[in-house]
């Protein structure tokens, strides 16, 4: 939202979006023209933000720790497949190809 104090097209968004209230439109979920609006299409005072944002549970605050992926445990090695002539190879002990 404190891009959109310095941002050059502020004032073309900030008509585009007081055209769209004025037709009756329901902004929801989205930042325009430096205004926050909830999903209920209610807008979000600018002193609100982080109460808000808390209630969401979004906030930018302390990233969450970074659990390391557990290490699998190590694959037994398979002995090495030698086919001789004529022989086929079965997938599964005991069957005839």
């Known amino acids: 939202m404190a891009a959109c104090s310095v941002c050059p097209l502020l004032a073309q968004c900030n008509a585009s979006l007081e055209e769209r209230l004025s037709e009756g439109e329901i902004v929801r979920e989205e930042v325009?023209?430096?205004?926050?609006?909830?999903?209920?299409?209610?807008?979000?005072a600018?002193?609100?933000?982080?109460?808000?944002?808390?209630?969401?549970k979004r906030t930018m605050g302390k990233e969450p720790e970074l659990v390391p992926a557990p290490v699998p445990a190590p694959v037994p090695a398979l002995a090495p497949l030698f086919l001789t002539r004529g022989q086929?190879?079965?997938?599964?002990?005991?069957v005839a190809a």
């Open 32 to 44: 325009i023209a430096g205004r926050l609006f909830a999903a209920s299409g209610r807008e979000v």
């Open 46 to 56: 600018a002193d609100k933000v982080d109460r808000y944002a808390v209630n969401r």
């Open 88 to 94: 086929q190879l079965a997938l599964f002990e005991d």
